[in-house]
């Protein structure tokens, strides 16, 4: 079946930087575009970035572009989320996702996403 796995969470103070990844299998990762979400205490989850199948093309939230990067190895099967410059603001549980519809390039909706993953705590101090 498919799983997606994330790693590379933990507790930082503002300022420093995390790279997460996102392990998967069981599936032909090439052909999904796949995303990060993060759900923080009493909050929707929301769309952090996400990348195309092929073109690798990108997508950022505004409260997180030109901080964090969204990068992708097909290779490995593996996606991550390069997070520098981390904010208090940022922290929240981070969800590797991915989205087998060939008809959008990359999504940014919650429901445009068929796999999740269990999620990565990231806790950011001030």
């Known amino acids: 079946q498919v799983q997606l796995v994330e790693s590379g969470g933990g507790l930082v103070p503002a300022g420093d930087s995390l790279r997460l990844s996102c392990a998967a299998s069981?599936?032909?990762?090439?052909?999904?575009?796949m995303g990060w979400f993060r759900q923080a205490p009493g909050k929707e989850r929301e769309f952090v970035a996400g990348i195309s199948r092929i073109s690798s093309r990108t997508t950022y939230a505004d409260s997180v572009k030109g901080r964090f990067t969204i990068s992708r190895d097909n290779a490995k099967n593996t996606v991550y989320l390069q997070m520098n410059s981390l904010k208090p603001e940022d922290t929240a549980v981070y969800y590797c996702?991915?989205?087998?519809?060939?008809?959008?390039?990359?999504?940014?909706?919650?429901?445009?996403?068929?796999?999740w993953g269990q999620g990565t705590q990231v806790t950011v101090n001030s």
């Open positions: 996702a991915a989205d087998s519809d060939a008809r959008v390039d990359v999504g940014r909706g919650v429901s445009e996403y068929d796999e």
């Open positions: 069981g599936l032909t990762f090439s052909v999904y575009a």
